[in-house]
């Protein structure tokens, strides 16, 4: 049916946008978090962590109300677009990325990129040939899980989502508000295999016992 046709397609160029931002900031992020000693460390952790600990109703309460005052002061419009949703969807994702990449690399023994600047090696070299390869498996991880995060949001989707931009838990919904029959049974069990799919992958490269 065309609405969970164009829900997916929503949900799914949500979740690598999600997924990209939460890389790009959450790799650098992760490598002051994980190695760094400075005043506000704490709190910025805290502040990276917190879409993980404020309830998804109030977030996007939040997120709405915010992103109106953005097209207030700016005179563009942002909430119940796509560009609002990756906003949104973004710092779904980053919290789980954050904590991924950090965990891997607080497994990593510092010494082995010493040993690399030991030996002559620039810090960029030290870090693409031995932190690089040691920390990827809870890149990726990291990325799957943003993804699956973005994914399946439903709460501050509802606050953000427009005409014609849509995402794939919010069509279920309201297909279920006015029908119950076997399409929803098939919708619903595509998602959970992309899911399943995606948390499979995640503990194939980094056990997630290890982030919590």
């Known amino acids: 049916m065309p ?5 997916f397609v929503t949900s799914l160029k949500l979740g690598v946008v999600a997924t990209l931002v939460s890389m790009l900031v959450g790799v650098p992020a ?6 760094g000693r400075f005043p506000g460390r704490e709190a910025i952790q805290l502040l990276l962590l917190a879409p993980l600990v404020v309830p998804g109703i109030v ?3 939040a997120l709405y109300m915010f992103l109106i005052e953005v097209e207030l002061a700016s005179g563009v419009q942002v909430a119940m677009t796509f560009r ?4 949104a969807h973004s710092l779904i994702a980053l ?3 954050v904590r991924l990449i950090t965990a891997s690399l607080i497994g990593l023994d510092p010494q082995l990129k010493e040993a690399a600047l030991t030996v002559g090696a620039r810090p960029f070299a030290a870090f693409r040939l031995v932190t690089w390869p040691l920390i990827r498996p809870g890149v990726v991880a990291g990325a799957l899980f943003a993804f699956i995060a973005s994914f399946v949001d439903l ?3 509802l606050f953000l989502v427009g005409p014609g931009v849509t995402t794939l838990p919010i069509v279920i919904v309201n297909y279920l508000e006015w029908s119950i029959d076997p399409t929803i049974a098939a919708v619903a069990t595509v998602q959970i295999a992309i899911i399943s799919a995606g948390l499979v992958l ?4 980094f056990k997630l016992a290890r982030a919590f």
């Open 95 to 97: 919290p789980w990325a």
């Open 84 to 87: 609002g949703l990756a906003i």
């Open 30 to 35: 992760a490598l002051v978090l994980a190695r």
């Open 59 to 61: 977030a996007g309460a």
């Open 3 to 7: 609405q969970f046709r164009d829900g």
């Open 155 to 157: 709460e501050k989707s």
């Open 202 to 205: 995640t503990d194939r490269y």
